[in-house]
């Protein structure tokens, strides 16, 4: 019996840890193979161990996703040694310490929307030509609650985030008829790195990785006829009340 995503083959920014390496996981645990791409090669090869398992083709490719030079080589290799890329997750991101708008590094802004608004719609526009060929694809970009409710301090990430969704919604409106889906996600508290210890908040009620994993398998197993287009993701219990 066939797995729900045989044939396909998925490339996962920031895959080498948190909600990158559980989508990893649950993606191969469906059939899908994978091209891992993340800057540090040493957890990229861990998660490519942890795949191992499962039987499906994998490569690991190191990249800083800020750079369209090594967005054009991963993406190169990713097709000469797996194929088609038919998924498309665009997970890196990067969020510095909260800091006033007005004391926050200009070079930190530039350093997240280089990361978390750029690389999705440069790694897009290198991937669409093949997926309109092909008439079929899915391009899921990890946004943020932040984008629609931004804390003090945020101003920057909340911006790139949204910017990130408005993307997201221009670019289904270009190739819906195309078969191609385009979501963007927005997770809340997600326990991972991101999110440095914190008294104000309780982190046993965060989201976890492998939540935010299990609704991306879902929404890449959807009806062909449907898209949700923007999708929020919340914990059940509020990490802020106590």
Not at 40 to 64: I, M
Not at 117 to 138: C, E, K
């Amino acid at each position: 019996m066939s797995a729900p995503l045989d044939g396909h083959i998925a490339l996962v920014t920031g895959a080498g840890r948190g909600i990158g390496r559980a989508t990893a996981l649950r993606l191969a645990r469906a059939g899908c193979d994978l091209a891992l791409v993340a800057r540090t090669q040493s957890d990229l090869e861990a998660v490519a161990a942890e795949v191992a398992p499962y039987g499906v083709r994998t490569l690991v490719l190191p990249a800083d996703v800020t750079d369209d030079t090594h967005l054009e080589a991963a993406l190169q290799q990713a097709v000469l040694q797996l194929g088609s890329i038919s998924i498309l997750v665009n997970n890196a991101g990067v969020a510095p310490p909260r800091a006033h708008h007005g004391k926050a590094a200009v070079a930190e802004w530039d350093r997240m929307l280089a990361t978390c608004l750029r690389a999705p719609m440069v790694l897009s526009r290198l991937l669409l030509p093949d997926m309109l060929v092909h008439q079929r694809g899915a391009i899921i970009n990890i946004a943020s609650t932040a984008a629609r409710a931004a804390r003090t301090g945020e101003a920057a990430y909340a911006a790139a985030k949204a910017g990130l969704i408005a993307f997201s919604r221009a670019l289904f409106a270009e190739v819906r008829n195309s078969g191609i889906k385009v979501v963007a996600l927005c997770p809340g508290y997600v326990d991972t790195a991101f999110v440095p210890p914190n008294r104000r908040v309780d982190r046993g009620k965060f989201l976890r990785p492998d939540d935010v994993a299990e609704v991306i398998f879902h929404l890449l197993t959807l009806s062909a006829a449907m898209c949700p287009t923007e999708v929020t993701l919340e914990a059940q219990f509020d990490p802020e009340r106590a």
